[in-house]
């Protein structure tokens, strides 16, 4: 069958490789889905598929791999902005669960996740790790996208439109694994919601296929200090010591939040190759907490990023998530040295992609590899004049700046139009549901 070959000629290649290379005035050469090579500019010419390769000229570009958005409820988009100022219990039990059991259908994940679709491409991530209902529907409609996605397999105590007990919720996460087997942009995590909201026995069986399948464990994890407190209340433990006696603390577990931890905590977790995915903007949004990444880092943590769902961020922007994390991590530690530009870009990709398994797959440029890229135009004047990309990048460029985007070799984002998506429908859908959640005329004048 004819290769399809795309020549990628950049201003910086930033590749995020173990030794953080970052290539000047060079080529990434895509073959079909993958990286077929890096190459300095000047020699592509002598490449045999020259000719018949679609060149893509990127003069004031970094090209770096696109962005692991590692916690997200992508359908919560359509919520954006419906309970704003609130603190998490409130926000949760009095604004979204109600409008989760009156207005969450089929219809609504679709809609709500192509929204959260064309906004992520648009800003610079190629992959996400959802959570949310209906994992069948965003798996099959991020296949037809050509968005690379994780779907949460949702486990609650409670019924909901997806699932009415935990045993249905497990069951039908059997299911859809096997359907998505065949869909090579999706894979599968278990998503109980949190330690508050999912009992042992359902737990001990997702630890238990967990291992069997070696899929992820996407949770809510000590999120906030409420949590902790009500949980020793309860359960006489805090909900990290119930996890370890479930035998959920391992390297499939992607630990979502982890405001609040204390030294033996993190020494365990360190222990146990427990990967924690951190969410600023959200934690600060709801006054959550603040997660002690520079602590956990020096322990070897694995920590990567995530902008959390769009109703408590209220973005996807993963460049904005990165500097809020950078900034966060220097105020929080005193130490102006934490969380560096480099670390952040790491935060932002390469862990997000380790931490859910696919780290052979994607997370940096490497020969091999997917060819799962975006390209940044740093010819703006917030960017000029660049001493140093990746500073530039974490400290100064904004999402309006990803020019490009590419999931498996398919451009998704070409001098930032959306290829596959229409953004004019996708908004004119976002504007029914919010005239349907909140008519216009129950508003107080
Ligand atoms: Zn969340």
Not at 95 to 124: K, Q, Y
Not at 237 to 248: A, K
Request: charge should be negative; charged fraction near 20%.
């Amino acid at each position: 069958m004819k290769k399809n070959y795309q020549i990628l000629l950049a201003k910086w290649v930033i590749t995020v490789n173990p030794e953080f290379e970052i290539l000047s005035d060079y080529a990434v050469i895509i073959e079909d889905s993958r990286i077929h090579s890096l190459l300095p500019a000047a020699e592509i010419s002598e490449l045999d598929f020259y000719h018949q390769a679609e060149i893509f000229d990127l003069p004031d570009h970094a090209i770096m791999p696109g962005f692991v958005n590692s916690h997200t409820h992508a359908s919560m988009s359509l919520f954006r902005g419906l309970g704003d100022d609130l603190p998490l219990m409130d926000w949760l039990n009095h604004h979204i669960w109600p409008a989760e059991s009156r207005w969450v259908n089929t219809e609504f994940i679709r809609d709500g996740f192509e929204l959260a679709a064309a906004e992520m491409i648009r800003s610079g991530t190629t992959c996400m790790n959802d959570m949310y209902f209906y994992p069948d529907i965003v798996g099959h409609r991020a296949q037809e996208i050509g968005l690379r996605v994780v779907v949460g397999l949702i486990v609650l105590d409670f019924p909901t439109v997806w699932a009415k007990d935990a045993d249905d919720y497990l069951h039908k996460a059997l299911a859809v694994v096997d359907e998505i087997k065949s869909s090579p942009l999706v894979t599968a995590a278990f998503a109980p919601h949190a330690p508050y909201s999912v009992s042992d026995q359902p737990l001990e069986k997702i630890a238990m296929y967990s291992s069997e399948l070696d899929l992820p464990v996407h949770m809510h994890i000590h999120e906030t200090a409420f949590e902790v407190s009500e949980a020793e209340k309860n359960t006489g433990m805090r909900p990290l010591q119930r996890l370890d006696q479930l035998n959920l603390l391992n390297p499939n577990l992607l630990a979502v939040h982890m405001t609040e931890l204390n030294e033996f905590e993190i020494e365990r977790i360190a222990e146990a190759g427990v990967h924690v995915s951190h969410c600023p903007e959200s934690n600060l949004k709801l006054a959550s907490g603040l997660c002690p990444v520079a602590r956990l880092q020096v322990q070897g943590i694995n920590v990567c990023l995530g902008t959390d769902g769009a109703a408590s961020n209220n973005d996807l922007d993963m460049l904005s998530e990165m500097r809020t994390a950078a900034l966060l991590s220097k105020g929080l530690s005193g130490d102006a040295r934490s969380c560096n530009a480099q670390q952040a870009i790491q935060m932002a990709t390469i862990n997000g992609a380790k931490a859910l398994g696919l780290s052979d797959e994607i997370g940096s440029i490497e020969v091999g590899k997917q060819a799962d890229l975006i390209a940044l135009d740093l010819n703006a004047l917030n960017t000029q004049p660049v001493y140093d990309p990746v500073t530039q990048i974490v400290y100064a460029a904004n999402s309006r700046q990803v020019s490009h985007a590419w999931i498996a070799g398919s451009c998704q984002l070409a001098d930032f139009q959306l290829c596959n998506l229409d953004e004019d429908k996708i908004r004119h859908k976002a504007q029914a549901w919010r005239n349907k959640i909140k008519p216009f005329d129950q508003e107080p004048s």
